[in-house]
């Protein structure tokens, strides 16, 4: 994945869940009795799966720079070693 892929996994999953969110606290508050429950059983269920998206974007991305930091490093270090 490249960057841009994680960037708008990332924008996507958090967009989702505020929806998903504000769709549930609609329906519990607005709706009241009249929740149906499938419904919001099929929320939570995008929600779960998006929010699982988002923290494997976040561990991807953290491996990204862990990387970068790590090649960083060892260049910093062949440039020492050659002064």
Do not use: P
Request: proline content about 0%; some cysteine.
């Amino acid at each position: 994945m490249d960057d841009d892929d994680v960037k708008r996994n990332i924008l996507v999953s958090i967009l989702v869940l505020i929806f998903g969110v504000a769709f549930i606290i609609v329906d519990i508050f607005y709706l009241g009795s009249v929740i149906d429950f499938y419904q919001c059983v099929v929320v939570f269920c995008a929600m779960v799966i998006f929010g699982l998206l988002l923290v494997e974007s976040f561990k991807q991305r953290n491996k990204r720079r862990k990387l970068l930091q790590d090649l960083d490093d060892e260049l910093e270090n062949i440039k020492e070693s050659d002064q």
